[in-house]
C-alpha cells in the first residue's frame, strides 16, 4: 500500500466562497447534485487536475497563456460526463476547448477520457457556468459556445430556471468574437422553441439556418449513445446555431 502523501488539489469552491453573495439572488439553472466519485474518477481528478483544470477567479484568463497558443477557443458549457467534448477536442487538434460543469463526477470522467485520448487542448472548469463567464472569460475571445441537451425545466412554472434567458444571450454575445457562433442542441421540442424565440429576438445575433429556424446536426458534433437511442426511438433532436453580427 502507498502511504504517500496525495498532492492536494485546489478546486474551485476553495476559491469562491467570498465571491458568493454577488449571485445569491440569481436563479440557477442547475441543481447540484453530488454524485459518489469512482475510483477511476478520483484518480483522474488527483493525477490530471493541476494541468488540465482551471479554478474561478475574479480576473480574466489569458487564453492564449493558457494554451501556449493563439487559437480558435470553443466553449462548452454543461459538458456531462465529458465523452463527445473530449471527441471534438481530438477531431480538431487545431482548436482549443474549455469546458465548464458542476459536477465533479463528470469533470472526473472527462479528465479520464481526455488522458485515453491524449487530448492536450483541453482545459476544465468546476463551478457555475455565468460566474465563470462573468469573472474568467475576457470579452470577445471564444469562437464558439456549446450548449448541447441542457436540463429543459420541462414544467411550466420552471422554464425561468432555463439557461436560455436573453440577460445569459446577451453576456455570451460579449464573450463571442464577431462572427463567433452559439451553437445549442435539445430533444425538448418545447425548449427548442424556446430558444428560437429567445435568439430570434435577441440583438446582434443572426440565425444560420435556411429557413430562420433549425440546422441539421453538424459533422463536428458527435451523436451520442443517448441520442442515437432518442432518434431511433422517433424523438427528435434540434439544432440551432446563431452567429454574433454586432
Known amino acids: 500500500m502507498n502511504n504517500a502523501e496525495q498532492p492536494a488539489i485546489t478546486t474551485p469552491e476553495e476559491v469562491v466562497d467570498q465571491q458568493e453573495p ?3 439572488r440569481r436563479i440557477r439553472s442547475f441543481v447540484l447534485r453530488e454524485g459518489r466519485l469512482t475510483k477511476g474518477q478520483e ?10 483544470g482551471l479554478v474561478h477567479q475574479t480576473t480574466t484568463y489569458n487564453l492564449t497563456e493558457v494554451f501556449g497558443r493563439d487559437s480558435h477557443v470553443v466553449l462548452e458549457i454543461g459538458f456531462g460526463m465529458g465523452k463527445s467534448l473530449v471527441e471534438m477536442a481530438k477531431a480538431a487538434p487545431e482548436k482549443d476547448f474549455i469546458g465548464i460543469e458542476v459536477h465533479k463526477p463528470g469533470v472526473g470522467a472527462c479528465l479520464g477520457e481526455a488522458e485515453t485520448a ?15 463567464l462573468n469573472d474568467c472569460i475576457a470579452d470577445g475571445s471564444l469562437s464558439t459556445v456549446q450548449l448541447f441537451f441542457p ?16 440577460e445569459f444571450v446577451q453576456l455570451l ?13 435539445t430533444d425538448w421540442e418545447n425548449y427548442a422553441e424556446h430558444m428560437l424565440e429567445v435568439m430570434s429576438a435577441a440583438e446582434g445575433f443572426k440565425n444560420l439556418a435556411s429557413d430562420n429556424e433549425y440546422v441539421p446536426r453538424p459533422d463536428h458534433r458527435p451523436l ?3 441520442e442515437n437511442r432518442g432518434v431511433n426511438l422517433g424523438h427528435g433532436v434540434w439544432d440551432l446555431m446563431f452567429e454574433r453580427i454586432a
Open 43 to 52: 484518480r483522474a481528478i488527483v493525477q490530471f487536475w493541476p494541468t488540465m
Open 151 to 166: 436540463d429543459p425545466w420541462h414544467k411550466k412554472r420552471h422554464h425561468k430556471r432555463r439557461i436560455v434567458q436573453s
Open 224 to 226: 451520442t449513445k443517448f
Open 118 to 132: 491524449q487530448v492536450k487542448n483541453l482545459r476544465l472548469f468546476e463551478h457555475d457556468a455565468v460566474e465563470i
Open 22 to 24: 454577488r449571485y445569491l
Open 173 to 185: 454575445r460579449k464573450k463571442l468574437k464577431i462572427g463567433g457562433v452559439f451553437h445549442m442542441a
